[in-house]
């Protein structure tokens, strides 16, 4: 199936019509989640009253600061593997896109922190530390690419990073039970069910759900940027050597 989608002509199609409706959808659901979590929802006193609804922006930039992550360390891995250039093209568009994601769940969960544990920022915390090493990996993949001399070198150093670094991602959703950590256990995804009441989850899942689509819409956008841009670099050096 990802066969029929790493033909570049085929996805310059499906993604003229797709992104521009993720876009809009994006914008309704996280437009109604923020709604009813910063406005509607009743404060948490046992979260720490009003502080708690920066959950409904931090908690789904956290789950898509890591689906990112694994989304470039898979495309990297088809790229390596099969040599699709559009996976490496959807590999390089997500760094940014995932770096953005990471700095936003950094920034939130700070503000979130500081009321609730009395620190910005702990040192010692294991899942903090390994956010923010999954946020300079996302920055050496793309400073490593701009190093590189040529595409095809820019391709493969970038691979092995971001496959390598994937090793960081079941790091950071168990550092909460392996290590010390200020971040109480998982309360959405658990065996048992979601321990949180419905009043929050079904705001927190429908903004998740549109920061997914956005997330999504802005990776399509960034890959026909680049298919169109080295399609004019080959029409280019075609003209320089007069072929």
Same mark, same amino acid.
């Given at each position: 199936m990802f066969s029929w989608f790493a033909n570049p002509h085929r996805f310059l199609t499906l993604s003229s019509?797709?992104? /521009? *409706?993720?876009?809009?959808?994006?914008?309704?659901?996280?437009?109604?989640?923020?709604?009813?979590?910063?406005?509607?929802? /009743? &404060? !948490?006193?046992?979260?720490?009253? !009003?502080?708690?609804?920066?959950?409904?922006?931090? *908690? /789904?930039?956290?789950?898509?600061?890591?689906?990112?992550?694994?989304?470039m360390a898979v495309m990297s891995f088809v790229w390596f593997i099969w040599r699709h250039e559009v996976a490496d093209i959807a590999a390089k568009a997500i760094a940014p896109l995932g770096a953005t994601w990471t700095a936003l769940c950094l920034a939130t969960g700070a503000i979130w922190g500081k009321p609730t544990w009395g620190t910005w920022w702990q040192w010692d915390d294991a899942r903090m530390m390994s956010v923010l090493f999954m946020f300079f990996l996302f920055l050496g993949y793309m400073a490593l690419r701009a190093a590189m001399d040529t595409r095809q070198k820019a391709a493969r150093a970038g691979a092995i990073l971001a496959m390598v670094g994937a090793l960081n991602v079941p790091l950071i959703k168990f550092s909460v039970d392996l290590f010390t950590s200020l971040?109480?256990?998982?309360?959405?995804?658990? /065996?048992?069910?979601? &321990?949180?009441?419905? *009043?929050y989850l079904w705001p927190l899942l429908i903004s998740s759900l549109g920061h997914s689509l956005l997330f999504a819409a802005l990776v399509m956008t960034l890959m026909r940027a680049e298919i169109w841009t080295r399609r004019a670099a080959q029409i280019r050096a075609r003209l320089m050597t007069g072929d």
């Open positions: 019509w797709l992104a /521009p *409706v993720f876009y809009g959808i994006a914008v309704l659901l996280i437009g109604w989640g923020l709604w009813q979590g910063l406005w509607i929802v /009743p &404060k !948490d006193e046992y979260q720490g009253g !009003d502080i708690m609804r920066v959950m409904f922006i931090h *908690v /789904p930039a956290a789950w898509l600061a890591m689906a990112s992550y694994l989304g971040h109480q256990e998982a309360s959405v995804i658990t /065996p048992e069910g979601p &321990k949180m009441a419905a *009043v």
